[in-house]
């Protein structure tokens, strides 16, 4: 038998879920479940389409690859990390695995760091 930890019924073994009340059973409660503070940037880059209409593929990847690393950079600095890229966008974020600092990488990245 298995009690429930909601309300007490003793349920059959193997239940996966109280027949009382519907809690899970057996499965172990998320005990790690922690809130965390993350920030979350989005950048365009002004101009992309327009350079990449006039701009070899090669030189724009050149480009580009120039223009995510020195964003990886400004966002590394101030305890981000970038998630992805798409297209010619980034979407850093800070926080969440330990580093507080936040708003002045995503000013920096924005235009005054470069
Ligand atoms: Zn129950």
Do not use: W
């Amino acid at each position: 038998m298995i009690a429930c930890t909601r309300c007490g019924e003793q349920n059959a073994d193997g239940a996966r879920f109280c027949s009382n009340c519907a809690n899970p059973l057996g499965a172990t409660q998320p005990s790690s479940e922690v809130r965390k503070t993350v920030t979350v940037m989005f950048m365009d880059a002004v101009g992309s389409t327009g350079l990449g209409e006039r701009t070899d593929p090669e030189s724009l990847r050149r480009v580009m690859t120039r223009y995510f690393g020195e964003i990886r950079t400004i966002v590394e600095r101030h305890g981000g990390t970038v998630e992805k890229y798409i297209g010619e966008r980034a979407g850093p974020r800070s926080g969440g695995a330990g580093s507080p600092r936040t708003g002045r990488g995503q000013c920096e990245a924005s235009g005054g760091d470069r």
